[in-house]
């Protein structure tokens, strides 16, 4: 069955870096979009970001543009969120989710990493 | 940015009751709409999408209605486990991926 297993979460100081993986089985991961989510403590869902099959379509939030950046390993089944200069209003959970491309739901979520920004 | 409403925010029900919950978007999103449903601790999970087909596994007493910028969850009866939040999203203009903020279903 679809498994996505995100890792990398941790504590950072404020413009510190960390680099969020999702490890992928269960399907042809290189058929599908991806996608990251995330959810801040006590709040709602925000999309993120979100990668074509081949690498080449990519899209950010306006919230993270320039400071995040996508990417993904389709030889390992691997989803990639490099983050750069944190803020603290990044604290959240980071779910990647697979996506079933244009006009397509977010199907399948994994349980999520947590990421808390703070000095 | 399409705008996603929910309400209410919070809906008490007791347990084999009826739920109702409301979604509204800014802009007609055509039938691209999902419904998601998450526990405490846990991943949302797809309920619905297209605003009306259940995913798989999805137990008959969730439905999903409407078109354009009105779309309704139901819950026939309410079972223990359904006490849940409740997110819509739509992915008709992307970027960005928009949800709404979400129903909290309470046991009354």
């Known amino acids: 069955q679809v498994q996505l297993v995100e890792s990398g979460g941790g504590l950072v100081k404020p413009g510190g870096s960390l680099r969020l993986s999702c490890a992928a089985s269960?399907?042809?991961?290189?058929?599908?979009?991806m996608s990251w989510i995330r959810q801040a403590p006590g709040k709602g869902l925000e999309w993120v970001s979100y990668?074509?099959?081949?690498?080449?379509?990519?899209f950010y939030a306006d919230s993270v543009k320039g400071r995040f950046t996508i990417s993904r390993d389709n030889a390992k089944n691997s989803l990639y969120l490099q983050m750069n200069s944190l803020r603290v209003e990044d604290t959240a959970v980071y779910y990647c989710?697979?996506?079933?491309?244009?006009?397509?739901?977010?199907?399948?979520w994994g349980l999520g990493t947590l990421l808390t920004v703070s000095s | 940015e399409i705008v996603m409403t929910q309400s209410p925010a919070t809906l008490s029900v007791s347990p084999g009751e009826r739920a109702t919950l409301s979604c509204r978007a800014s802009e007609s999103v055509s039938n691209n709409l999902a419904w998601y449903q998450q526990k405490p601790g846990q991943a949302p999970r797809l309920l619905i999408s297209g605003a009306s087909s259940r995913a798989t596994g999805i137990p008959a007493r969730f439905s999903g209605s409407g078109s354009g910028t009105e779309f309704t969850l139901t819950i026939s009866s309410l079972q223990s486990e359904d006490f849940a939040v409740y997110y819509c999203q739509q992915y008709n203009y992307w970027p960005p991926l928009t949800f709404g903020g979400g129903t909290k279903v309470e046991i009354k």
């Open positions: 269960g399907f042809t991961f290189s058929d599908y979009y």
């Open positions: 990668i074509g099959p081949s690498g080449t379509t990519i």
């Open positions: 989710a697979r996506d079933g491309g244009s006009y397509s739901p977010l199907d399948h």
